[in-house]
């Protein structure tokens, strides 16, 4: 939405918070007997989409240089997302604002072509990383006087040939003038932007196009601008419209304000980006308190004012309010930075960060050749401030995709400026306003040597950059945060490329039904660094397989497959989710059978292969389990993957035990712990469905 507009920011103090008691005695009454052993902290309440689900806001970038940014940056990083702007027709001029002023409906900008949108999202698909698109669909131009746009399409201010005609636009035809009343925040014009009258079935479907169009290049979701503008059973009527809607991530621009247009009006249509998150974080990292950010549930839903956990979209900045002073900017430098790692380090909301370029005039555009065509942007070059290569923000995209879903264990505070908290037993972080501190933390973490991922990454040998941190048995650690610094670890960047105990190799078998003349596997283990592309040599095993192992993969590798020369097979842009001792793939579908065995086998003898039926019809699967006599997973546990039609699996190294002990769960409550039994299971292949655990690979 352009900074122009007019919403009044409205804050809401902290500490008013709503008790969650009953729910949480309801859980412990129904599952006592599950939960003996793992209810020593709080449960997790994540439900963004995930585990990868931060997204590289990429604003003003042009689609050349996003493409080489999925391939060298966003994928390898870990980024479920990456988001274009608008990539319609726009009005001419050098204005950061040009974008969202659409003249027609064409994929041609400033930005780039048609056909380099198309690469674009290839590109990025190739690279792990999905793509969502900015669209402008509230309104048209806001040029009084009419013009010619980008591609040369001629227009007036509410005559747009093809598309739109005066009948299509509300009769309002003036600016807004008072927020307060519902139909002129809908029906009025926002800074003189033609606003088009959404009710209609034509004005409707003619959005709907667009977005179908979109689809057709294969974009996966849109990021809606100027929501509030739009009547929520229009949202309604405009989506209803759009093709493969669920497989389309949907993120709405709904300001929060006093007023009587609310985000909760929308929550059925996807995600909200809730700007009061972005204003708290602004109040406590320039006001250099910020422990009350971790106060009791810490800042999130249970806080009022705030959007429910599964409908929130978390940022520190977007392009308007880093230009209206209503949060955080890349000007404020380390209160910046900090306030990036608190986010994507914390557990509310799904996180995007906002990478633009430096200016001093509010109105001033992206860098742009004579033509007026954007310069590919490169970090370095022509103010661009890279915020999602910065490698203590890009780090910490690694860390949350390790950490998703655990809950909020070990917090402390010194009563101000510096706080610590643990993501279960999957990660930790500290953060520090004030004066460097030296203290012990403890944490959840296994024991080990790690690299602080705010400053770098493990090597073969060590860390990248700063000392190694180590965690005794008792999950403690000495450690020094600088002044303005910060502090991360998490169990998949281990000095020196440790892995975890009982991680055992990983042999994955690749059928050779494509007919290439080459295979190379593309993959990185846990949320460590790909490959490079095209990734390793894949070689003979038996007639009709190829295989290669992964050392230490077998508790989770990510991987696709090519053949050298620019054919991919990346599971329709899901890549394959591997593990265990044996990962098979042929035609989409990974199974844990040897195909060279010459015989069926009843699977590893150190690792239990879970596999459990889908018959449930369960949006998500979780397997939360103890191996032997050892500690539970924090529960949800850890998520299954699907195997072949109707199954789930997950495997799980034994480490010199007899068996394990699971549940089952959707991660929303509902569970499968087989009548307060739980169910049991050895070493080898096991199935379970309708309460009974069988022998044997349903997928084999």
Not at 67 to 91: I, K, M
Not at 678 to 689: L, R
């Amino acid at each position: 939405m352009p900074a122009h507009d007019e919403d009044v920011a409205v804050h809401f103090p902290h500490k008013r918070k709503r008790l969650q008691f009953l729910a949480t005695l309801v859980l412990l009454t129904v599952f006592g007997t599950l939960f003996t052993s793992t209810l020593s902290a709080p449960l997790a309440q994540a439900a963004a989409p995930g585990p990868k689900d931060a997204t590289a806001v990429m604003f003003s970038w042009t689609w050349n240089a996003i493409a080489r940014e999925c391939t060298e940056n966003l994928g390898p990083a870990g980024y479920g997302f990456v988001q274009t702007s608008p990539p319609q027709e726009h009005v001419q001029g050098p204005e950061w604002w040009t974008h969202y002023q659409p003249v027609s409906y064409k994929v041609e900008s400033r930005l780039g072509t048609r056909t380099e949108f198309k690469h674009m999202v290839d590109t990025c698909h190739t690279a792990g990383v999905k793509v969502i698109a900015d669209a402008v669909i509230n309104h048209m131009s806001g040029k009084s006087t009419g013009g010619t746009g980008w591609a040369g399409t001629t227009f007036q201010h509410y005559d747009y040939p093809g598309n739109y005609q005066g009948q299509d636009f509300h009769s309002c035809r003036r600016d807004i003038a008072n927020y307060q009343n519902r139909w002129e925040v809908q029906e009025c014009n926002l800074v003189n932007l033609s606003d088009l009258n959404t009710s209609s079935p034509y004005v409707q479907g003619r959005i709907a196009e667009y977005l179908n169009d979109l689809v057709t290049l294969g974009v996966d979701g849109f990021r809606i601008d100027a929501v509030k503008h739009i009547a929520a059973s229009d949202m309604q009527g405009i989506l209803s419209r759009v093709n493969d809607r669920a497989r389309l991530y949907v993120v709405q621009e709904v300001i929060r304000a006093n007023e009587p247009v609310q985000p909760e009006e929308y929550t059925s249509n996807g995600d909200i980006h809730e700007f009061a998150f972005a204003r708290k974080l602004k109040e406590a990292f320039n006001g250099g308190n910020i422990n009350w950010l971790i106060t009791g549930n810490g800042i999130g839903s249970t806080w009022a004012g705030f959007l429910p956990q599964q409908n929130a979209a978390v940022f520190v900045d977007n392009h308007d309010t880093e230009r209206n002073g209503e949060t955080l900017t890349y000007k404020d430098g380390a209160n910046y930075d900090l306030a990036q790692i608190f986010t994507m380090a914390w557990n509310y909301g799904s996180p995007s960060i906002h990478s633009g370029y430096s200016f001093s005039n509010n109105e001033t555009g992206p860098a742009v050749a004579s033509n007026g065509e954007v310069i590919d942007p490169v970090c370095g070059r022509n103010g661009w401030t890279c915020k999602h290569a910065q490698t203590n923000i890009e780090n910490m995209v690694g860390f949350r995709n390790t950490t998703y879903g655990a809950p909020i264990v070990n917090k402390w505070d010194n009563g101000s400026n510096a706080i610590a908290f643990g993501r279960g037993d999957k990660g930790y972080v500290a953060i520090n306003r004030g004066n460097a501190i030296t203290r012990t933390f403890q944490s959840s973490l296994p024991a080990g040597r790690y690299c602080n991922v705010v400053a770098g990454l493990p090597t073969a040998t060590g860390c990248s950059a700063g000392d190694a941190v180590t965690v005794d048995a008792s999950g403690t650690f000495q450690a020094t945060v600088d002044q303005n610094a910060a502090l991360a670890l998490h169990i998949n960047a281990k000095a020196g490329g440790q892995t975890e105990p009982g991680a055992i190799n990983l042999k994955v078998y690749y059928s050779t039904a494509k007919g290439w003349s080459d295979y190379k596997m593309h993959y990185r283990v846990g949320a460590g660094a790909w490959t490079t592309a095209p990734g390793v040599t894949m070689t003979a095993a038996c007639p009709g397989w190829l295989s290669y192992t992964i050392p230490a993969g077998s508790a989770g590798a990510t991987a696709a497959f090519n053949n050298g020369n620019g054919v991919w097979d990346n599971n329709n842009t899901s890549n394959y989710a591997l593990s265990g001792g044996i990962a098979t793939v042929n035609g989409n579908v990974v199974s844990h059978t040897d195909p060279c065995s010459g015989s069926s086998t009843p699977g590893p003898t150190d690792t239990t292969v879970l596999f459990y039926s889908t018959n449930k019809n369960w949006s998500a699967y979780y397997a939360h389990y103890r191996v032997g006599t050892g500690a539970w997973t924090t529960a949800p546990g850890i998520t299954m993957t699907a195997s072949c039609p109707g199954w789930v699996t997950t495997s799980i190294p034994l480490n010199g035990a007899s068996g394990i002990t699971a549940a089952f769960n959707n991660a929303a409550g509902t569970w499968d712990n087989n009548g307060a039994n739980n169910y049991a299971a050895g070493p080898g292949y096991h199935q379970v469905k309708d309460g009974t655990v069988r022998q044997g690979n349903p997928c084999a």
